[in-house]
């Protein structure tokens, strides 16, 4: 039996580092809708979210050389309107609130129904694909980072530990 997956081709969106601070549904310039036209079109469009969803209440500020980023979880809806639905977590932003923070974003992403990858409650769960299901077949993603602090990774869990939730690293 042949899928009718089989019978058209795979459209791939491949972006960068998201970044979202706020609403972008609201914008209606004309290239700005020429873009989100061409993310909604592809079976699969990715993003790295290279920030914390939490509400404000969700985790505190880590150790970090940098600026700590956050995204207020109803944000997702706007990334979702632009027809983003597969997510890469594994980066050094998403630890930005420590094991709380990363927590209360493992329950958004859940919340809102993403397919996401590179993050966890524990190790197996960080390293474990996400699968998105699309008219063209298919789709799964493993995320990893090499840019991390050693605090960051996500750890493995045993008969007396449920593992340390983080990101799933990819050290040498």
Aim: aromatic share 8%.
């Amino acid at each position: 039996m042949l899928y009718e997956a089989k019978h058209r081709d795979l459209t791939l969106m491949l972006t960068g580092d998201a970044m979202i601070s706020q609403r972008l549904s609201s914008f209606r310039e004309p290239p700005f809708e020429a873009l989100v036209g061409h993310i909604r079109n592809a079976d699969a469009a990715f993003t790295n979210l290279e920030t914390a969803i939490r509400e404000r209440h969700e985790g505190f500020p880590n150790l970090t050389q940098g600026t700590p980023m956050t995204t207020p979880p109803r944000l997702l809806e706007e990334l979702k309107w632009m027809g983003f639905n597969l997510f890469s977590c594994a980066n050094n932003h998403v630890t930005d609130y420590g094991v709380a923070g990363v927590l209360a974003m493992l329950a958004h992403l859940e919340r809102a129904g993403l397919a996401y990858a590179g993050i966890g409650r524990n190790l197996a769960e960080a390293r474990a694909p996400c699968y998105l299901d699309s008219p063209a077949g298919r789709i799964a993603l493993v995320a990893t980072t090499g840019f991390f602090r050693p605090w960051n990774r996500a750890s493995k869990q045993n008969r007396d530990a449920a593992g340390r939730p983080g990101i799933n690293p990819l050290s040498f």
